[in-house]
């Protein structure tokens, strides 16, 4: 497709599931970024990926949080026993490589998840 | 410390008239890149325009132009004509030294009235 794509658009869970959330970034994009926007809130960052590495996982905010890429496209971002606290909208973002200008982030529609 | 402070909640401005969303920011590194977005209603994020901290002008994008002031850390958005559907909630970003974490600023809602 032309632009990001993420799945499910929507995920009502209840406290203590996993959840699984999907990234499909613009071809070609070697960058990869997700992030997390609680209720009228700014966004914070959590992970980027360049190609299929992730340099820095410091910005997850705790061990529950993981996130894969996988042959440099699609990337997952997984949240076990998922609390009411990780209730948000999961933006992913790419970008065609990192550095100057092409660093520009295009963002995903977002996930957004209720946690019961 | 705030990295990126956006001072004005929410904006009101008339179609057709221009308008400027306030954005400083801090940082000590000399490479840094700043960026500005709008979000709609309908959640997601748009691109509107980037300021690298070396470059000699000012950025502009059609309607959208960047006031980059580097000694005083600011990057102010312009937008020049508003029209009714520049009402959105608009964010000032960086990119910061070597790292490729963008932080954001709080958001500005502009509400444009006809």
């Known amino acids: 497709g032309a632009g990001v794509s993420q799945s499910p658009s929507n995920k009502v869970t209840e406290k203590g599931k996993d959840v699984e959330l999907r990234c499909d970034p613009i071809?070609?994009?070697?960058?990869l970024y997700w992030y997390r926007q609680s209720l009228g809130q700014g966004l914070e960052f959590l992970i980027y990926f360049q190609g299929n590495s992730a340099p820095d996982k410091s910005g997850l905010p705790s061990d529950r949080f993981s996130a894969e890429r996988t042959g440099g496209s699609v990337s997952t971002l997984t949240i076990q026993r998922t609390q009411q606290e990780d209730s948000a909208v999961y933006l992913c973002?790419?970008?065609?490589?990192?550095?100057?200008?092409?660093?520009?982030?295009?963002f995903g529609p977002g996930t957004r998840l209720l946690v019961l | 410390a705030q990295k990126i402070t956006q001072t004005q909640p929410g904006m009101f401005v008339q179609e057709k008239e221009a308008v400027t969303l306030d954005c400083t920011y801090d940082t000590s590194d000399p490479s840094y890149g700043l960026f500005w977005y709008k979000q709609p209603s309908s959640g997601e994020m748009i691109f509107l325009i980037y300021q690298g901290s070396y470059d000699q002008q000012n950025a502009t994008e059609g309607r959208y132009s960047l006031n980059f002031q580097k000694a005083r850390k600011s990057a102010n958005l312009v937008i020049s004509a508003s029209q009714l559907g520049d009402s959105a909630m608009y964010f000032c970003?960086?990119?910061?030294?070597?790292?490729?974490?963008?932080?954001f600023g709080t958001g500005t809602r502009l509400k444009v009235l006809a």
């Open positions: 973002a790419s970008s065609l490589r990192l550095g100057t200008a092409e660093e520009t982030q295009y």
């Open positions: 071809s070609g994009h070697t960058a």
């Open positions: 970003a960086m990119r910061e030294g070597p790292t490729y974490k963008y932080i």
